[in-house]
């Protein structure tokens, strides 16, 4: 990897731990569409993976006060099946799938009915967004604003939301880098053209700046309603997919 690749990346990780300090989502989509950009699919995973764990680890850390563990052990109850699922089938997408998953989820979240009820807060959701959230994000990367449709039906606050978000996707993408870099690491490598090892250090660097970004997150988050959270979260990410659904699609021509 160059300096200036270097650079570019570590820039992108702070901003995107930035965004998603205060909206819970959309940085990781804008991360993983810049790694995806720049690295085969396998290292675009497993490095989005090590940084979104770190980001969303620790906000979680940031926020624990707030978070509702009875929701996180079904949560990964369903997370297991779905890994379980695409491990018995060694799926791993290429970077066409990519682009065109990342870009559909966060108009496939807005398109659901307001009549479904997906109140994660009910076990049998809690389980069902553990499966489809882990599911779509070992495909697509990402998966936070499918999740999100689960928390805005909640009587949960601003903070509570952002919090026990934070523990179901860093377990999620915990499971990413389990899952590429050990359940399908091979499958991964020979799907890849030309497959890149990332050196360690570089995911050692990824860790703090996702930590610095999400500090700053949460300094904005904390001066922010929850009109304005809500208001704003939805137009980010449908604009975010528009721009992914739009280079996914050039992909396959």
């Not at 495909?139 to 978000?165: M, N, Q, Y």
């Not at 250090?201 to 929850?226: C, E, F, N």
Request: charged share 10%; hydrophobic share 60%.
């Amino acid at each position: 990897m160059s300096a200036g690749l270097i650079l570019a990346l570590s820039l992108v990780v702070v901003a995107t731990a930035t965004l998603s300090g205060i909206f819970g989502m959309a940085g990781g989509i804008i991360l993983m569409g810049f790694l995806i950009t720049v690295l085969p699919v396998g290292a675009a995973m497993m490095l989005h993976g090590v940084t979104q764990a770190a980001s969303n680890g620790y906000r979680a850390v940031l926020n624990r006060h707030h978070i509702r563990w009875n929701i996180i052990g079904v949560y990964c109850a369903g997370a297991a099946l779905a890994l379980a699922l695409l491990t018995s089938i060694s799926f791993v997408p290429d970077r066409a799938v990519v682009f065109l998953a990342l870009g559909c989820v966060p108009f496939i979240a807005a398109a659901l009915p307001k009549s479904l009820a997906l109140d994660i807060t009910k076990k049998s959701m809690a389980a069902a967004a553990g499966f489809f959230i882990t599911l779509i994000n070992l495909i697509a990367g990402v998966a936070g604003p499918l999740l999100d449709v689960f928390f805005v039906r909640t009587e949960l606050t601003r903070h509570e939301v952002v919090a026990s978000k934070a523990v179901t996707q860093a377990i999620s993408h915990l499971l990413k880098i389990v899952y590429f870099g050990l359940l399908v690491r091979e499958t991964a490598r020979a799907a890849d053209a030309s497959p890149v090892d990332v050196p360690l250090w570089v995911y050692a660097l990824v860790v703090p700046l996702a930590m610095i970004g999400t500090t700053l997150g949460k300094k904005v988050l904390d001066r922010m309603s929850d009109t304005n959270f809500r208001k704003w979260s939805q137009w980010i990410v449908l604009t975010i997919g528009s721009v992914f659904l739009a280079r996914g699609i050039w992909a396959l021509l």
